[in-house]
């Protein structure tokens, strides 16, 4: 196995979560529906998955008929959220698949100071809810005291680039608590909003190589977190990162992708849920993973 030196590795995409700005908001405000019809919606959309994907197609369906002046904001609201889905899903795709046997994700989580314990079991429990269908269980192993370090999510991606997997650990998942200078963002973005200027928050990032490493905001502070479904959302999203599924529109692909690691992993045993590697193949060891990101 090739190694890929640190500074390869922070030169390759990480796929962070853009959470639509105020800029978002008043734009689907502008648009057609009132505040009240946008917060059910909101609310609705935590009820299921399933219904929550025809809800946000149901958003999107509406939108086509609005005159057409109205059609520049849309399109700019679909560019702001763009990033934030990893694909509806398609149940009759889902379902020609055999997911096999139950299998478990061992994972590490590094937990900012400021989350509780009740907090991530609340976060597992949303991710576990989604994993479901694929006859998966992500399970808490260790859990590290941890500091969220520098003001982006950057340094959260540098420390977790550089963080060895520990001996019982497939994955790690650092849950981000909120923060002073979040509030202060969100402050500044409404301003911003109200001349029209976008803002991004990063909601949660995955390393794109192998997708064994990420974090979330485990907080929803933020309009712009609210509007994408929160954090629960939000580790659902980089669950399916920690998959290694990408960005689609449909989760079609995704399917198949799982499908192929569950059975590398029967393949593999039990001691290293496998991984997805750069360029094709798997990662099925712990050993070859470290090696990968550290050298050594
Ligand atoms: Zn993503």
Redesign the pocket.
Known sequence: MEFLPKEGIKEMKI?Y?MGPSLFAFYSLVLQNSSLKTLTARIQASSISIERKSLLFQGVFLKFKRIPNMRHIRFLLLILLTS?TT?GFHRSSVRDTYEYGKMKFIRVCVWKDENVSKERMNYLFDSWNEELILYNLQAKVAQVKDWQRPGWTGKAIMEELYNAELPEGCDRILALAGVRFSDIAYEFASYILALFFIPTFEVLGAVDSPTGTRGFVLAHTASLGHLLVGGASNTIV??GY?LLGCG?AFYLSECYGQIKELKTTSEIAGDSFFPATYPGGGFITSRKQLNYFFLGR
Do not use: N, T
């Open positions: 796929c979560e990033c990893v999203h980089e990162h960005h």
